[in-house]
């Protein structure tokens, strides 16, 4: 037990900042959050002022989930003191335990794939909205290319600051890593707004355009795309970039010729974590996005919002059917 102990806190970390940041569930359940807040008073009430104190009470909670976490993992050194080798992990019948294991896996699956999907089929085959579908493919093409662009400029930020977090020691590196995260530990919503107040101040045509947007997915996902990659980069040993330099290569050389294709793999399923993240985001496209850009997900909640679940069925099976092929690619990549 002990041991699961830093699993445990992590996990509930990730599931904490997710749900206190978390817009598109809260806001169809009309459950009344700081998330909720903020999107109302910075949209219908037009009070920045009042939806800026909510960001910052937002950002308040982030850090208090943050600092308790760091409080809580402070001397938990689960390391072996022994260099020898580990024992391998035995195998544990479960005996009578077996079918209510099954039941529980099979639960899980019918909660969260059954069910839904059951739903959306549903309420498509309730009635046929053709202004709905008629809009599905230009919905579509967005999200696709949004996802896309953010997936590459994502990938290409997480490579250096994943090689520097893991080539290089020293406070420096470590903080440079570290402030990668700052973005995805920000609720959606308080980056938004912190990128919309500072746009008007510094750069007012950047406003609503979809460069502007890219970025957004760029800084609040490159936490997601660090961690495949730094996997990737333990597995290629150093050895081979110092035998690349001793041959006569340079420095750059030996990452273009060596390391990259090492890290293929990784950068491939970076990609993919990023753009399905970014097919599904909502908070930061309803806020950022240019006037008439539509994703699958805003169609959704735009839909769902106006209670016309069967105009919204359509937008939400194709998002499900993206994710899902894009799900079994990344699951077929680490099986190899």
Do not use: C
Request: proline share 7%.
């Amino acid at each position: 037990m002990p041991h699961l102990r830093p699993a445990w806190l992590s996990g509930s970390l990730l599931i904490g900042l997710h749900t206190l940041g978390d817009f598109s569930v809260v806001s169809l359940m009309r459950y009344p959050t700081f998330s909720a807040a903020i999107y109302q008073q910075y949209t219908a009430a037009y009070d920045r002022v009042y939806s800026a104190w909510l960001a910052l009470g937002l950002l308040v909670l982030t850090g208090a989930a943050l600092w308790l976490e760091a409080r809580f993992m402070r001397g938990v050194f689960l390391s072996r003191v022994s260099p020898a080798t580990a024992r391998k992990p035995g195998v544990v019948r479960l005996g009578r335990l077996r079918p209510l294991a099954w039941g529980f896996v099979a639960a899980l699956a019918v909660l969260t794939l059954v069910l839904p999907l059951g739903t959306m089929l549903y309420w498509l085959g309730l009635e046929n909205n053709p202004f709905a579908w008629a809009g599905l493919l230009d919905a579509l093409k967005s999200a696709l290319g949004a996802a896309a662009l953010a997936a590459l400029t994502t990938t290409a930020l997480a490579l250096p600051l994943a090689v520097i977090g893991s080539r290089f020691t020293g406070r420096w590196p470590r903080v440079i890593e570290r402030a990668a995260y700052l973005g995805y530990a920000t609720p959606p919503l308080a980056f938004a707004l912190a990128l919309i107040f500072f746009v008007l101040r510094v750069v007012p045509p950047l406003y609503q355009t979809l460069p502007l947007l890219i970025i957004a997915y760029t800084l609040h996902f490159v936490a997601e795309a660090i961690g495949p990659i730094r996997s990737g980069l333990v597995r290629a040993t150093p050895r081979l970039e110092e035998a690349a330099r001793v041959l006569g290569v340079s420095r750059a050389g030996a990452l273009r010729r060596v390391t990259l294709p090492l890290l293929g793999p990784g950068l491939g399923v970076s990609a993919a974590f990023v753009f399905l993240s970014v097919l599904k985001e909502l908070p930061l496209t309803l806020l950022l996005a240019p006037i008439g850009f539509e994703t699958l997900a805003r169609n959704v909640w735009s839909y769902t919002e106006e209670a016309q679940y069967a105009s919204a069925a359509p937008y939400a099976l194709a998002l499900a059917a993206v994710g899902a092929v894009l799900t079994g690619l990344i699951l077929r990549r680490e099986r190899e």
